[in-house]
């Protein structure tokens, strides 16, 4: 009987066992966790599953892995105990928003809230408050901050003096942020750590008439840098209470628009514990607001998914409720200014070549029409060397380039948009806020072929967020400004119609959920994984008392989440 004969192990040969060996043992691994995945999988059933999958749009069933993915999604029978033992409630993917920013949010819910105030006493009354509650607030060490306040409301710019009226009040350092956020109110006791003459600033204004106190856009930066920022503490603070918040609302993942190298380390540091209750898509912004800083970051995304950082924030221009929005045309209001950029076009142009070619997705903050048409001009110019042999339609869906806000957009840069496929994210409350003054700031005929577009713009995959804590995170209310065009704050119009603003801009219910699911999907490069409840996505679904079909729309205004799932986890119950 012939022996057994071993190969002699030459160096070819030992490679092939030893290749083989760790193929072994990975199909082993692989093995005793599909093992582990099948008998540790959690089965949830619902008296209704919205699926947002064209393949199965409604199930009552659907199963959850221990790496917090759906494994399954279907229907049970109605005879099963399954279907006689569903959860009450009916689960939809996991709502998120498009445009947010998470430490600010958290910053406000520590500060003082001045939305809605319609005086300057009531201003004052509600900072008096504050300050009776957190005594330590206002010292040059800590200054004391809000957000909120709208001039328009007010009956005229505000001014520091306006703050030093309360002997209370007029020694505090004060820093209140406009309710776009994008000017800032300070008492005398910050101006007092200013030079005494100021010069203007290029892209921002310093408003000196009826006096002095508030700064805009750029011209926040010299006030910015004397601010004694929050440590790492406070920061870690408003992530948890502002996750919490958003949790609350149904919201399962973010993007996050405009964050610091500094700010996304913290995150890193964060991600992973068991307070990161949410999925973040973060946009790096350098410290040096349009630059071009990638030694500062770098590209990142966490295995579990609940941490990305593939995109940049730029800034094109100001916001509208300020005169800050750049414009082709003067304001209807204001004839002697056109608005502000922040940034010349030539620059836009070089910071979105670079950041695209370290392959970043490049998001520009764009609201007025000459604003839009520059960073459509920018992401054209970048399309074009990145693929110099291919369709920039082509080319844009690959890198998905996005315009934040694209508020006003001449009918021309429309067209180049559609045939570009350059994707806007859109806020809708941002549309039933600005109703009250956007045809005074640019009269009815631009307002009707330029403002606020939102159905013309369905086949290019608009995001749909709220930009918090300018306006509330509740996507609910988005919905709702969405499908109505009316405020969700008072179910009504412009100057207390019935009517909604513009119609013919309005999505229909579908298309709205859409915006707040499958669009951050597609304009986050997760496609497939968020926004849906189908196999291998992740497990982020929420529970409400009724399908949202059969709510009455005002309903929606006032909207209350049963239950809010992320990575398989319950992070939220009402009761």
């Known amino acids: 009987m012939d022996r057994l004969r071993l190969p002699r192990l030459g160096r070819e040969t030992a490679w092939f066992y030893s290749s083989a060996a760790i193929v072994a043992v990975a199909g082993f691994i692989k093995l005793r966790q599909g093992i582990a995945d099948y008998t540790q999988t959690e089965t949830y ?4 599953v919205r699926t947002n999958s064209p393949v199965e749009p409604y199930v009552n069933c659907f199963s959850v892995s221990p790496t917090g993915k759906f494994s399954k999604v279907f229907q049970a029978g109605e005879d099963t ?7 009450p409630g009916y689960a939809m993917p996991g709502l998120w928003d498009g445009h947010g920013h998470l430490l600010q949010y958290g910053e ?69 942020d406009r309710v776009d956020v994008h000017c800032i109110w300070v008492s005398q006791a910050v101006l007092n750590l200013l030079p005494k003459s100021i010069p203007d600033v290029p892209g921002g204004e310093i408003v000196r008439d009826p006096g002095m106190g508030v700064f805009c856009d750029n011209a926040i930066d010299m006030v910015m840098a004397l601010w004694p920022k929050p ?27 405009g964050v610091t190298p500094g700010n996304l380390n913290l995150y890193k540091e964060l991600e992973g514990g ?54 082709i045309e003067p304001y209807t209001d204001r004839p002697e200014t056109s608005g502000s950029l922040l940034v010349n076009a ?31 001009d920018a992401m054209v110019a970048a399309l074009r060397l990145l693929c110099p042999d291919e369709p920039l339609s082509i080319c844009q869906s690959y890198h998905r380039f996005r315009i934040e806000h694209s508020q006003i957009i001449h009918p021309d840069d429309q067209a180049r948009m559609h045939a570009v496929g350059i994707i806007p994210s859109i806020q809708p409350t941002h549309a039933t806020s600005d109703m009250a003054y956007a045809e005074k700031r640019l009269g009815r005929e631009r307002t009707a072929k330029e403002a606020y577009r939102m159905r013309s713009l369905l086949d290019i995959n608009p995001v749909l967020g709220s930009d ?6 509740n996507p609910f209310q988005g919905i709702y400004a969405a499908v109505t065009r009316r405020s969700p704050h008072t179910g009504r119009g412009t100057d207390d119609s019935p009517d909604g603003w513009h119609t013919e801009e309005a999505l229909d219910l579908d298309q709205a959920i859409r915006g ?41 205004r006032s909207l209350n989440v049963k239950e809010t799932w992320v990575g398989g986890k319950k992070v939220y119950s009402r009761d």
């Open 516 to 556: 707040f699911t499958e669009g951050p999907a597609y304009g986050g490069f997760m496609k497939g994984k968020t926004g849906v409840i189908k196999p291998g996505a992740y497990a982020d679904w929420v529970v409400l008392d009724a399908p949202l079909e059969k709510i009455d729309i005002e309903d929606l």
């Open 45 to 48: 059933c619902y008296q209704s």
């Open 274 to 327: 068991d307070d990161w209750t949410l999925r973040v898509y973060a946009m790096v912004e350098c410290y040096e607001r349009n630059t071009f800083c990638p030694s500062e970051v770098e590209r990142y995304t966490s295995p579990d998914g609940f941490l990305s950082i593939q995109s940049v924030k730029l800034f094109a221009d100001g916001a509208l409720g300020s005169w800050g929005s750049a414009l």
């Open 468 to 473: 918090f804590p300018v306006e509330p995170p």
């Open 346 to 376: 030539s620059e836009l142009v070089y910071d979105t070549i670079a950041w695209a070619n370290e392959g970043f997705q490049v998001n520009i903050h764009a609201i007025g029409d000459l604003a839009n048409r520059y960073a459509i």
């Open 108 to 176: 406000f819910l520590n500060s003082v809230d001045l939305f809605g105030s319609t005086s300057m006493d009531d201003v004052r009354s509600r900072v008096r408050k504050y300050t009776e509650e957190n005594p330590q607030a206002g010292s040059k060490e800590e200054w004391l901050r809000g957000v909120g306040w709208d001039q328009m409301a007010l009956g005229k710019m505000p001014t520091a003096d306006d703050l030093s009226a309360d002997e209370e009040l007029k020694d505090l350092y004060i820093m209140l």
């Open 231 to 257: 440590d790492n503490k406070k920061k870690t603070q408003f992530v948890r209470s502002a996750m919490e918040k958003l949790n609350e609302v149904g919201l399962v993942g973010m993007h996050d628009a």
């Open 81 to 87: 105990d399954l279907a006689k033992n569903a959860n």
